[in-house]
Structure formats: structure tokens, C-alpha cells
């Protein structure tokens, strides 16, 4: 199946590395006008001329309002329009029992994890992104939303929520507008390096795939589900995990 998205324009959110760097890449390749967007603009320029293919870069924090509303605008400005939103930006500032976390880093992931997702959404459709053929917005959530436990398991509480959200908003807009979610497993990423450093080897050898996740496994879905060859798909949750849910856990 060749997969295309000539004449689509996407924007993906926390761009600049990662499985957020992977998309975009991969969309790139496929014909897609990419539009990146992170915190930091000089990772923002590096990973935009790498990608190549015309992707520009916008630099805003995904949990910012203000920042939000100026990337979509500057997306549209641009590129004349969007028809593919990637919420892929996340934050894990706290490692540890959720009853030992504190209301700002608890609030703070929530923001970004959790409101910026639907924010995003939401600038996306107010610009336009339901007037567009097969419009789609993808959202990165994870398997430790499916389970409970873990070091990071306020992460995984937001990132269940973007589970819920996806069908909610699945829901809402459709027929014009397609919303997926995608939920990996251990990904080796530079924000899941403490987690591949402690515990990467031992639950590599116990996954039915033998091997950890690289972000193009994420990539390549997420170019299918945003492709009109999934035009029939909204409201799911694809998980893509190497057969960690399978062994009890993600």
C-alpha cells in the first residue's frame, strides 16, 4: 500500500524529536507539508532542515495558550490551511506514587498531557480543519493509560484521559473530522531514557516482538491513520506496543 498525503498539510506538535520527529518525517516523505512545533527554537531549525521536504517550523509550548493560538494561525498563515493535527507534545515533570505528588507538576502535566490536546483540537477546528477533505487529528497517548502502576503513573492518568478524549471528540465532529489516538509502549526517545536505561533490556526480552519500540514504528501508523486509506476509522485507539499489554503491562 503506498501510502500519500500530497496536498495535506500537517502540524505536529512536539516535532522537534522523538516520535513527535518520526511523524513529521514520515508525512514529509509522504507528500505532506509538515509544520513542526516545540518549545525551543533552535532544535526547532536543526530538525526542520534534516526533515527537508519544505518543513517549516513554529516554536510554541503546547500548553500555552497564547503560544497554542499563535502556531495554529502561523500554520495557517503559511501553509494555507491544516488538515492533519498531530497532538504529540507531553510532559512528565514527576517520577514517583501519585500520592506523592504536588499540585503544580500534577497541574502541569495535566496542562500540556491532557487541556493542550483539546485545545489544540479545538484552535484547529475554529481555523478551519473541518472544512477540509478527510481531516484528521492523531493523538499520542501511550499503553500506561490502559494499565495502572508504575513510576510514572500520573503520566499514564493523563494519558488515559487522551484516550477518552479521542472517542469524545471522535464523536463530536465527525463526518468532518477523523479523531484517532495511537498508544505506544516503550519507545526508545530521549523523555523515555531514564525508563529504556532502568528497566529497557529486561522487558525487551520479555516482549512477544523481542525488541523495544523505535519512533518510526509509531511514524508509520500514524501516516496511515492520517492517509485516506483510513477513511473509515475514528474514534479507535491503535495500540503499538511490541505485545507489552499482552505480558500485563506497558
Not at 509509531?218 to 479507535?236: K, M, P, Q, V
Request: aromatic share 4%; with cysteine; charged share 20%.
Amino acid at each position: 500500500m503506498d501510502l500519500r498525503l500530497d496536498g495535506k498539510v500537517a502540524l505536529v506538535t512536539g516535532g522537534s524529536r522523538g516520535i513527535g520527529r518520526a511523524i513529521a518525517t514520515s508525512m514529509a516523505e509522504s507528500g505532506a507539508r509538515v509544520m513542526i512545533s516545540s518549545r525551543k527554537p533552535d532544535d526547532l531549525e536543526i530538525t526542520a532542515k534534516e526533515i527537508g521536504h519544505g518543513c517549516e517550523w513554529v516554536a510554541a509550548n503546547a500548553g500555552n495558550e497564547d503560544e497554542a493560538t499563535a502556531a495554529v494561525a502561523a500554520t495557517v498563515d503559511r501553509m494555507g490551511g491544516i488538515d492533519i493535527l498531530v497532538n504529540n507534545a507531553a510532559t512528565n515533570p514527576y517520577m514517583g506514587p501519585i500520592l506523592g505528588i504536588d499540585e503544580g507538576r500534577a497541574n502541569k502535566t495535566v496542562q500540556v498531557n491532557q487541556w493542550g490536546v483539546l485545545r489544540w483540537t479545538q484552535l484547529a477546528i475554529e481555523a478551519g480543519l473541518g472544512t477540509r477533505p478527510n481531516a484528521s487529528v492523531l493523538n499520542i497517548a501511550s499503553v500506561g493509560g490502559m494499565s495502572a502502576g508504575g513510576a510514572i503513573a500520573w503520566y499514564n492518568v493523563t494519558k488515559a484521559a487522551v484516550i477518552h478524549l479521542t472517542k469524545n471528540l471522535a464523536l463530536e465532529t465527525g463526518p468532518n473530522v477523523r479523531v484517532n489516538a495511537i498508544c505506544p509502549g516503550l519507545v526508545k526517545t530521549d523523555m523515555a531514557k531514564a525508563l529504556v536505561d532502568a528497566a529497557g533490556e529486561q522487558l525487551a526480552k520479555r516482549l512477544p516482538m523481542k525488541r523495544l519500540g523505535e519512533p518510526v514504528d509509531i511514524a508509520s501508523a500514524a501516516t496511515f491513520l492520517a492517509s485516506d486509506a483510513a477513511s473509515w476509522i475514528t474514534g479507535t485507539t491503535l495500540v503499538i506496543d511490541g505485545g507489552a499489554l499482552l505480558m500485563g503491562g506497558g
